[in-house]
């Protein structure tokens, strides 16, 4: 369990130079240009993109797998340099069949017919794992549990998300979505027509139009949920904590509590007990996932402040979690 600071291409490198060889990378990587200062323009989105799949390719072991977000659409073209990425080495790396899936978050529920209105993110809009070509990894089968609060869903009605393109729009697309329903949108809190809904979507993409339905964050705080024990939730849902504070504290404007869509991804993508790279830790969400789901997570992070969180967030755990 450690952190790194610097960004995927010059960190990279050193991790597989030290030999050792990893089971899981999980790299919610960046794909708009501009929008980071260590992706400035395409060109560096190309060499980040292609210095993460060299990652997986020089580290991971024989059964090892990685699961990446490939955006889709102008202006956030990574799913291009993975293809290119993929041309130039057609024997290394293979996507798992049946994994690939995209992620939506809702908005606002109709209450008359339960009908949901979704937002793609760009960050987090379409995953797809690979692992080595002749390997025969694949994905885990997990369910959320009861215990887990779900909501009742009729129809999702997409949108392709306003953000990073126009932050400001009037009305917003689910306000416009609300409109041509003949409801006021302006009168949003104790509406009985419809209500604000905090859920993050995912859609296979083997299995359009089915969704698995993840809460932002566990409404059933009386006791454990996701399988967790009562010791680690009390943690992860501490006011006072300061590394899951850290974490919980997103500063985009759109940016969800993810950290539930990742430790789903960790309980689907990897095993109890295993070591992963987390080679774009942002907030610390994902790492505070990697270590929900009893995983050794290595960072990377380019930005002083945010891998200054991933220090906190670990050295929050192993007190708290690891030797108490």
Not at 4 to 10: A, C, E, Q, R, V
Not at 157 to 173: F, I, M, N, R
Request: glycine share 6%.
């Amino acid at each position: 369990m450690r952190t790194l600071h610097g960004n995927i291409i010059t960190e990279g490198p050193k991790l597989y130079r030290e030999g050792y060889r990893y089971k899981r990378i999980i790299s919610p990587t960046p794909c708009v240009p501009g929008r980071w200062p260590s992706v400035s323009d395409a060109a560096a989105l190309e060499q980040t993109i292609y210095a993460t799949m060299d990652l997986a390719n020089n580290i991971l072991a024989p059964d090892g797998t990685i699961t990446t977000n490939v955006g889709r659409g102008k202006g956030f073209n990574g799913q291009e340099e993975l293809k290119n990425w993929q041309a130039l080495n057609p024997d290394k790396l293979e996507e798992i069949p049946n994994s690939a899936f995209r992620v939506y978050y809702a908005v606002c529920k109709d209450l008359n017919n339960d009908d949901v209105f979704v937002f793609n993110s760009p960050d987090n809009h379409h995953y797809k794992t690979f692992r080595r070509v002749g390997s025969d990894s694949d994905i885990n089968a997990y369910d959320i549990p009861a215990d887990v609060y779900q909501e009742t869903v009729n129809k999702v009605y997409k949108a392709g998300g306003c953000y990073p393109l126009d932050h400001h729009p009037t009305p917003s697309e689910s306000d416009a979505w609300l409109l041509e329903r003949g409801y006021d949108y302006n009168l949003k809190r104790n509406n009985p027509n419809f209500k604000k809904l905090k859920a993050t979507f995912i859609e296979y993409d083997h299995a359009p139009d089915v969704f698995i339905q993840i809460p932002q964050q566990p409404t059933n705080f009386t006791q454990p949920c996701f399988g967790l024990t009562e010791k680690v939730l009390d943690h992860v849902l501490s006011p006072t904590n300061k590394g899951t504070t850290h974490a919980r504290a997103r500063i985009e404007k759109y940016a969800k509590w993810d950290m539930w869509l990742y430790f789903w991804m960790m309980k689907v993508h990897t095993n109890p007990g295993e070591n992963v790279i987390l080679p774009f830790a942002q907030d610390g969400d994902i790492t505070v996932a990697a270590l929900m789901a009893d995983l050794k997570p290595v960072t990377i992070e380019s930005n002083l402040l945010r891998h200054s969180i991933q220090k906190d967030i670990m050295l929050e755990w192993a007190r708290n979690i690891t030797y108490s």
